[in-house]
């Protein structure tokens, strides 16, 4: 067990509509990163915060967005979706955003989205 | 072509065989170097992290760099059924931000009792 928890663990929704997975790092852990593993993909990196602030982004469509809570939680919301969008999602978390060093990331068990 | 390329396998050999791992790439300013462990249903779990070129053993795993040839690999000594996962190859640097890690496709492996 990493310590990060993702909620919910599996979802099924329609094509078009709008869902939110959340993320609660490990105690401590002031950056959570967003993923997206699909078979065809594999794991792509979507986007970073750091202690509430966008950080990094990488491969995130225009209709997915992410925040993070002053609590550090963090929620990855998809909209208008589509079936491409069936994949599994992860979140990891560490210790700190260091530009200058690297900070292990811990990934929690994912969520798994299936668009029909 | 991606960054990171890696043999998807499926990789099967007997149990006690020494399993060898690999990925290339092509972004030179790459600089982390890391192997991930993943069973199937399960997020990713870090085995090891190399900094630049260089070697790193822990246990039953070597992980080596070769940035001249931007080529990495993780050998697997004695190998175990609980071995059995795919693995996957990440890497990084610090002109993407430190933490964006750009993944392999991951390799299937089979360790056979």
């Known amino acids: 067990d990493s310590g990060v928890t993702q909620t919910p663990k599996h979802l099924i929704t329609?094509?078009?509509?709008?869902?939110?997975?959340?993320?609660?790092?490990?105690?401590?852990?002031?950056?959570?990163?967003?993923?997206?593993?699909?078979?065809?993909?594999g794991l792509q990196f979507l986007i970073q915060y750091y202690n509430g602030e966008e950080r990094a982004k990488g491969n995130i469509l225009e209709r997915f967005s992410a925040q993070q809570?002053?609590?550090?939680?963090?929620?990855?919301?998809?909209?208008?979706?589509?079936l491409g969008d069936s994949a599994l999602y992860f979140c990891a978390s560490s210790v700190a955003y260091g530009p200058l060093t690297y900070n292990e990331q811990f990934f929690g068990p994912g969520t798994r989205l299936t668009v029909l | 072509q991606k960054e990171v390329e890696q043999d998807p396998g499926p990789l099967s050999v007997p149990e006690g065989a020494i399993v060898s791992l690999n990925c290339t790439y092509s972004n030179s300013a790459f600089q982390y170097f890391m192997w991930y462990r993943q069973y199937s249903r399960k997020g990713p779990e870090l085995l090891m992290y190399t900094y630049s070129s260089g070697n790193k053993e822990d246990g039953r795993f070597t992980a080596q760099v070769d940035k001249s040839s931007k080529y990495i690999s993780l050998f697997i000594r004695d190998s175990q059924p609980s071995d059995s996962a795919t693995y996957l190859c990440a890497m990084t640097s610090l002109i993407q931000g430190a933490q964006k890690l750009v993944f392999g496709q991951g390799t299937r492996l089979t360790i056979n009792p």
């Open chain 1, 69 to 82: 809570f002053p609590d550090l939680h963090s929620e990855l919301n998809l909209s208008s979706l589509e």
């Open chain 1, 14 to 41: 329609a094509t078009g509509q709008r869902v939110t997975l959340r993320c609660s790092p490990r105690s401590g852990d002031l950056s959570v990163y967003w993923y997206q593993q699909s078979l065809d993909q």
